[in-house]
């Protein structure tokens, strides 16, 4: 994720400098859509780790009610060796706040949100700032 991340950040900070709104338009929409690929594949490896390194988030798991398993997934992993973890988090659907939010509560037994709030993240430059999130219903 740092790989893609960084450079995405300074790709949507250099966005201000583009003269022809079109590409700017479209830039920002790349800049998001690969924020978001990156985000969803950053929350599957966290789920993998969790649940494979974590009996009580691997006891949680059961309690979660919106996986889809169908012939397309058993098909996707016929014989190849996968984790529980790795199983699950390709099956959890985190394709919207709300959904990221009740799985990883779930899986984690812990209110998500309230405790990434609480989180502080410290940037390269040696900064540290708590994270916030804006979010808005509807």
Sequence with gaps: MNRRLDPLLDLL???KGIKNKNVEREMMRYVFICLIACLEGYLKLVIKDLIDKSEK???NVEKLNDIKFDINTVLAIHGKTVSI???VS???PLS???SINKNMGVIT???FIGELLGMEVEYKNGEK????LI???G
């Design 13 to 15: 900070q250099n966005l």
């Design 109 to 111: 037994g812990a209110d």
């Design 57 to 59: 988030c691997r006891e």
């Design 85 to 87: 973890g790795e199983f």
């Design 129 to 132: 700032r708590k994270c916030f």
């Design 90 to 92: 390709h099956l959890v």
């Design 135 to 137: 979010h808005q219903n």
């Design 96 to 98: 919207s706040f709300e």
